[in-house]
Structures are given as C-alpha cells and as structure tokens.
C-alpha cells in the first residue's frame, strides 16, 4: 500500500477515508493488544519514577504498550537527567534495551511541544523515528503547517490532545472536538485527534458523541475513569462509560493504542492500572 501511496497518493487518501483507518507508519502489532486493542500505559501514570521504571511497572500491570512523556526522569545513572526528545543515543539504546526486557512496545509520544520552527520540530520526529513510534501527541496548532510537512516526511502520525475545557482560559478550544475537527478536516489523513475520553468527559461532553464527530481521525486515545468529582479511578467504578468508548473505537476500526492515564495513587497504582487492564480484557468474556 505504501508503493500505492507513492504512486496514486489521492486513491489512497481515498480508500483510507472509506475504511475508517489509515495505512501510513509504524504499524501497531496484533500481539500488542488487549481485547481488540492496544493497550498500555501512559508514562505520565509513572512520574514520580524513572523511565525504565515506568517500563516494568506498565509490564507489571499487564500493558503491552508505552507512551513516553517528555520529561520523565531518566534514572539515576544520569541523576538530573531527564528522557525526552533530547535524550542522547546512548540513553535511547537503554531504554529500547529495557523495552525488550520487558516485552513493552514504545508506540507515542506526548503530550509534546512541537515548535513551528522545523529545525527545532525536526528533534520531535527525529526521537519518534528512532523509536519507530505509531504517533505523537501534542497541542501545538500553531505548528500545523511544518507539522504536516514533518508527518509527510517521517510517515508518523500526530494526534491533538484534548484537556478539560477552561473556564478561566476562554481561548483554550482544544477540549471541543469540533476544533479539534476544524484544525485537522483538511490536512494529511496522518493527523488527527488523541482523543482524551476522561478530559471530554470533565468538560461535561459525551466521549462517545465526540469520537463520532471525529471519525476516520482518531490517531490515538487517553483512557481514564473518573468519579462525579472528576477523580480517576478503576475502570467500570467511574462515570466514563469505557465499554460503549471501546465498542465504538472497535466500530471505526480504530488501530491507534489506547494510553491508561492513571492521575492517582502516583507512588502505588500499578495495582489500580491491572485492574482497568483486567476490565478491558473481561469484556470480550461478557
């Protein structure tokens, strides 16, 4: 299909919005999935730890899947170090060291900075490419046009992240999946939304509602539960309806990976984390 691309690219931009998925990038393997889906942490779940801890505590939890954050502290090899798109090939080489170790597949990365300035942006992809990423996640529209530029070079999707809506930032548009639609409608099939189902749902939106509106554009997903006072907690003890989420992603044949974003219990989730990992498991079983 890629030769297609090259070839008829409008055909294939074509058949890929027909089927609802895309056939650019790093594909996701099957083995990495977890009832239809590939599953995994978000290493931001982790941040009170270092990234090879974020690792195994996402191998721990039964995650088949990582999504780096930048920033993470990189361990204590390199006290004050931090693991982002600045990390250098010594420290990348240890981490895919770890991931192998592990059995954890690194698939996005976010949410991220990407600066208009290509040089500067050009590091983001870099990073991604040396990872084989799926994605990146970010929220920098106003870097849209070399971030399409970077997508088309690099074959590597970006997806916009929704936060909650701000009542004290009116300008912040993000949270409104129709935004999120307005920004990437006419841009390269590769970028789309990251789809914060916990965050659409702080912002007082139906998750379900917003991933119809942004069919066919689903790059990756933020997975969360949260209570009537918006605190994360297991899957399926919440408000956030999951099981409806995941039988609509499965509708749009979503190949994206779905990042657990567990925003508690930071020194001891790895536990809470098994048990959403568990949920999406025993749906198949139902």
Not at 212 to 223: A, N
Request: glycine content about 8%.
């Amino acid at each position: 299909m890629k030769i297609l691309y090259k070839q008829f690219p409008s055909l294939a931009v074509g058949l890929c919005l027909l089927a609802g998925i895309s056939v650019f990038a790093t594909p996701i393997p099957p083995s990495c999935q977890t009832s239809g889906i590939a599953l995994g942490c978000q290493a931001y779940s982790f941040k009170e730890f270092s990234v090879f801890e974020a690792i195994d505590k996402t191998a721990a939890a039964g995650g088949k899947v990582i999504e780096f954050y930048p920033g993470q502290s990189y361990g204590p090899e390199k006290p004050g170090a931090k693991f982002d798109h600045t990390a250098t090939d010594e420290m990348i080489a240890a981490v895919k060291a770890r991931l192998a170790k592990a059995g954890i597949r690194a698939v996005n990365y976010g949410v991220v900075k990407i600066p208009a300035d290509e040089a500067a942006a050009r590091k983001v992809f870099e990073f991604a490419k040396k990872f084989e990423l799926y994605g990146i996640t970010t929220e920098s529209v106003d870097a849209i046009d070399t971030i399409e530029k970077l997508v088309k070079e690099y074959d590597i999707r970006v997806g916009f992240h929704n936060h909650p809506k701000r009542a004290n930032d009116p300008k912040y548009l993000m949270w409104d999946p129709n935004y999120v639609l307005s920004v990437v409608k006419d841009r390269d099939v590769r970028i789309g939304s990251c789809a914060d189902v916990g965050h659409w749902f702080h912002s007082g939106l139906d998750p379900v509602d917003c991933l119809k509106i942004l069919q066919g554009r689903i790059i990756s997903s933020h997975f969360k539960d949260e209570d009537s006072a918006y605190k994360v907690v297991p899957f399926g003890s919440g408000k956030v309806n999951l099981p409806a989420i995941l039988v609509e992603l499965k509708r749009q044949h979503f190949v994206g990976n779905a990042s657990i974003e567990y925003e508690n219990d930071w020194k001891d989730n790895v536990g809470k984390i098994s048990q959403c990992i568990a949920f999406v498991r025993n749906l198949d079983a139902k």
